[in-house]
C-alpha cells in the first residue's frame, strides 16, 4: 500500500479540483491511501474508505511570501502534508500551492540529502518524439555553481530512470549555440564535472544541447541553472500558448474558415492532446529526504491527478533511495558547493 | 542615397540567396545603393546600375572559429563589408555568415562606442499582438553585469524608436516567476539601474517580465543576459517547429485527415505567415560605432532582403547617431562594468 499526502488546498481551485482529482486516483489505485491535508470545513464531503482526513487549521495562499509560509503559518495544510512524510506516515507529498513556499518548508522539515547543497525542481516537457524531456532546474536555484548543475543531473537521471522505461537517461548540459562556443565559465566547468562523472559511471553524458534540443527530445535530461530553465519554460509556454491562439483566430475569421474548423476539429483536437501540458504535471523537488510533488497551481483535476501519478510512481519505485544511492556513489565529484575552500581539498566552488 | 555593404558569401546558400535578395532589394529601394562584398567569381554575373562589385579573396565558413576568422582570413568578405563601414564608403554592412565572427571582426574594426562596454546581439520575435518584441542580447555576453543590462535597454529602445512607430518602448526586464521573487543578484541590481533610468527620462521601463511575455507582447523590448536570451530564443524556436511538425504528422495521418488539411489550407497558410521567422530576420548589433546587421545563416532571399530592409532603415534613421546621443545622456548611470572602478573616473569602457 502506498500512502501519499495531500495538500487539498493548494492551488487556483482548492479543494473542488484536489478532491475530484483525488477520487479519480483512488479509482485508478486499489493499493493507494491517501491523507487528505485541509481545512476541516473544506474536505468533510469527502468520504473513502482508503482516504483519511487530516486536519490544518491554516493555508498558504498562492502571492504569500516564503517566511509568511514559512515562519507565521505553522498548522498550513501544505505543511502539514510535508510532515506526514517526515513522520513517515505518507510516502510522498503532493500540493499544487505556492512554489517558493513548498520548497522553503519542504527544504525546512525534510532537510537537503547528504551531498545535495540544493534541492532542485524537475519537470517534463513534451518533446518531438512524442515523449518527453526532464528538465531541472525550474526556479529553485539561481546563480548555481558547477557542482550544483552535476547534483541535478545526477538526480534528474534518478528519477527519470525510476520514471521511464529503458536504459540510463541521457543527460544533456544547456548551452548557448555551437556559434559562440564560449559558454560562461560555470557551464564550462559543468561540463568538465559531467564528463567526470560519465567516466566514473555516475551518469550518461550526452554533451551540451541548446534550447530547441528540449523540444526535439535529443537527450532524457535537461540540465540548467533555475534562472534559464525558468525562462525556457515560460518561453515555450509562451510560444505554444501563442500558436494556439493564431490557430483559433485564424479558424474564427469567417464563416468558411470556421466551416474548415468543423472539418479540422479532430486533427487539432490531436494535436492539443499531443501539446497539453496537463499531461506532464508533476514536478519533483529532489534532494531532499523525502518525496514531494509540485502541481502546477491552475491545474484542473485531470492534470492534479497527473501529478499524483507521478508521486505514487516515485514512492512505488523508491526514488528516494534510488536519488540517495546515485549520489552517494557520485560523491567523490560533489564537492561542498556551498562551503568555504579548505586547503587540501581538490575541488570546492563558488 | 543610402549605401549598404553586403557580406554577399555569407550564410548557407551565399551568392545564390544573397544576390537574388540583393536585385529584389534594389527594386523595392530607388535610393539604395549596394556594394556587393565576395569572391570576384561569384559575383560577376550580377549587374545594376546602383550596385558595385568589392572584391574579396576569402570566405569565412560557418563554423570557423573567431581566432580563423579575425587573424588568418583578413581579406575575407565579411571583414570587407565591415570595413565598408568603417572606412565611410557604407551606411551599414549586413551579412548572413558566422554570428561569432561577425561580431569580433566587426568589434575589432568599428570598436566600441564610449559608455559601451559591450555589443549586443537584439533581435526581434513575433508576439500575439501581431507585432514583434525586440529581445536582447542574444548570445553575444555571457555573464554580463548589471550596467550591462542597462546598456542593453538604453541601445535597445533607441533601434526600437528608430524601426517602430509609436511613443517611447517600453522595456522590461527578463526575470523568473513572481513566486519566485529572489532573481539573481545581477538583475536584481539591473532592475534598480533600470528604475534610476527610468526616473532619469533615459528610458520607458516596465519592470521584470517573465518568458512568456516575450511572446505575449507585454513589453516593446525585452532585457536579457545572452546565455538566457540565446536558450529563450531557441527554446521557442523548437517548440515552435514541434507544434508545426505535429500539426503536419495530423493532417497527413490517413486520407480524411489530408482531405482535411486541404480545407484547412488557406489557415494554415495564414497561420505559418503569421509565425514566419523569416519576417524578423535581421539581427541587429548594437553599441559599435558603426550599423552592422545579421541575417540567420538559413535565410533564404525573401529572409535576406528583410535583413537588407533592417540595415536601410536603421541608416535611414541614423540609427549610429540616436544610439550614442542615448548612451551619452544616460552616461552618469553607465559606470565602467568591466573596468575595475577608479576614484574620479565616471564612464570608461573596455
Chains 1, 2 share one sequence.
Not at 90 to 106: F, H, P
Not at 130 to 154: I, K, P, R, W, Y
Not at 196 to 220: H, R, W
Amino acid at each position: 500500500m502506498i500512502t501519499l499526502a495531500v495538500d487539498c488546498m493548494g492551488g487556483d481551485h482548492g479543494p473542488r479540483v484536489t478532491l475530484a482529482a483525488c477520487r479519480q486516483f483512488l479509482d485508478h489505485h486499489p493499493d493507494a491511501r491517501l491523507l487528505l491535508v485541509g481545512l476541516a470545513d473544506s474536505l468533510q464531503s469527502f468520504s473513502h474508505d482508503r482516504a483519511a482526513i487530516v486536519p490544518a487549521t491554516e493555508v498558504v495562499a498562492m502571492d504569500d511570501p516564503v517566511e509568511v509560509a514559512l515562519r507565521k503559518k505553522k498548522d498550513s495544510s501544505m505543511r502539514v502534508a510535508i510532515q506526514q512524510v517526515k513522520d513517515g506516515a505518507a510516502s510522498a507529498a503532493v500540493s499544487a500551492g505556492n512554489t517558493g513556499a513548498l520548497m522553503a518548508i519542504a527544504r525546512y522539515l525534510l532537510k537537503t540529502l547528504d551531498g545535495i547543497d540544493r534541492p532542485a525542481i524537475a519537470t517534463q516537457m513534451p518533446n518531438a518524439t512524442g515523449g518527453a524531456t526532464t528538465v531541472l532546474d525550474l526556479g529553485a536555484n539561481v546563480d548555481c555553481s558547477a557542482e550544483h548543475l552535476l547534483q541535478f543531473a545526477v538526480m534528474g537521471s534518478a528519477l527519470v530512470s525510476v520514471l521511464q522505461e529503458g536504459g540510463e537517461p541521457t543527460v544533456g548540459l544547456l548551452n548557448i549555440g555551437e556559434e559562440v562556443i564560449k559558454g560562461s565559465e560555470v557551464i564550462k566547468k559543468a561540463g568538465e564535472l559531467l564528463r567526470s562523472a560519465a567516466n566514473s559511471g555516475d551518469l550518461n553524458f550526452y554533451g551540451n544541447v541548446e534550447g530547441n534540443d528540449i523540444f526535439k527530445g535529443t537527450v532524457d535530461i535537461v540540465v540548467c541553472d533555475g534562472f534559464v530553465g525558468n525562462v525556457a519554460l515560460k518561453a515555450s509556454e509562451g510560444v505554444a500558448s501563442m500558436i494556439i491562439g493564431a490557430l483559433k483566430t485564424e479558424f474564427s475569421r469567417h464563416i468558411f474558415t470556421k466551416m474548415a474548423a468543423i472539418v479540422a476539429y479532430p486533427i487539432l483536437k490531436a494535436l492539443m492532446k499531443r501539446m497539453d501540458y496537463r499531461r506532464y504535471n508533476g514536478a519533483a523537488l529532489l534532494g531532499l529526504r523525502g518525496l514531494v510533488f509540485k502541481s502546477h497551481g491552475s491545474a484542473d483535476a485531470m492534470a492534479f491527478e497527473q501529478a499524483l501519478n507521478r508521486a505514487y510512481d516515485a514512492a512505488r519505485n523508491n526514488l528516494l533511495d534510488r536519488v540517495r544511492t546515485r549520489i552517494a556513489h557520485a560523491a567523490p565529484l560533489l564537492a561542498p558547493a556551498d562551503a568555504q575552500p579548505q586547503p587540501g581539498v581538490a575541488a570546492t566552488a563558488q
